[in-house]
């Protein structure tokens, strides 16, 4: 079935430390790529996108994250984080075919430790 | 701030009963697409509106219903409302123009069914 994974749903880094946030998806075509962020009870908010050209995106608050056509992955880094990045990610793609409809992971949640 | 303002913040009703979530789109924007986020998972997507058609719909059964207006503003009607209708409903405002299929988001609406 089509879908996009996260396979981790909790993270636990310490402040200062490096995050990678996994994503996979299982569409055929390459697929328009994106990450988001969610603080509690908040909506989202776009941290950056792939559409198509350098594997390797650089968004906003620091985040990157490079495409990996063999792989079929969209992973999220950071070399280093704050405590303000606490909060819940989702990955999420746009199948070529759906137009701009959103299909999202199941999403992981950022804890930073002290 | 995304320029989607989505009212209201939070809502309860009882089940049975309907309800009408609002959603102003982005100036510039023509297309508005709903989102069910249930607790601990990532959003759902309900259906998409562009120039006033509905244009795609996700896994959700007709009493979920839509609008857009000639301003684009969209409205979500949810009739025989269920417990499992609790939600954080989210309104999704983007452009369809080409390849860029970036979506910007509202706060949404926490909808409570008891």
């Known amino acids: 079935a089509q879908s996009v994974t996260q396979p981790d749903i909790h993270i636990t880094v310490s402040e200062g430390a490096s995050l990678e946030l996994r994503c996979n998806y299982s569409?055929?075509?390459?697929?328009?790529l994106f990450w988001y962020v969610q603080s509690p009870g908040q909506g989202l908010q776009l941290l950056l996108k792939?559409?198509?050209?350098?594997?390797l995106v650089q968004g906003i608050k620091g985040f990157e994250a490079e495409f990996k056509r063999s792989q079929s992955s969209f992973n999220l880094r950071k070399p280093s984080v704050h405590w303000s990045d606490a909060a819940e990610y989702f990955c999420?793609?746009?199948?070529?075919?759906?137009?701009?409809?959103?299909?999202f992971g199941a999403g992981t949640i950022l804890r930073v430790k002290s | 701030e995304t320029g989607v303002t989505q009212s209201p913040t939070h809502l309860i009703k009882t089940r049975g009963q309907q309800v009408t979530l609002r959603c102003s789109s982005q100036s510039g924007h023509n297309t508005v697409s709903w989102y069910q986020q249930a607790l601990g998972q990532g959003p759902q997507f309900i259906f998409q509106?562009?120039?006033?058609?509905?244009?795609g719909r996700g896994n959700f059964p007709p009493r979920f219903s839509g609008l857009q207006f000639p301003n684009y503003s969209s409205e979500l009607n949810v009739n025989a409302l269920e417990l499992d209708d609790s939600a954080l409903y989210l309104c999704?405002?983007?452009?369809?123009?080409?390849?860029?299929?970036?979506?910007?988001f509202g706060q949404g609406t926490r909808l409570t069914v008891v």
């Open positions: 792939y559409f198509s050209g350098d594997t």
């Open positions: 569409y055929g075509a390459t697929p328009y």
């Open positions: 999704a405002s983007s452009s369809l123009k080409g390849g860029n299929t970036e979506a910007f």
């Open positions: 999420a793609v746009v199948p070529e075919e759906y137009g701009n409809k959103l299909v």
């Open positions: 509106y562009y120039r006033e058609e509905e244009n």
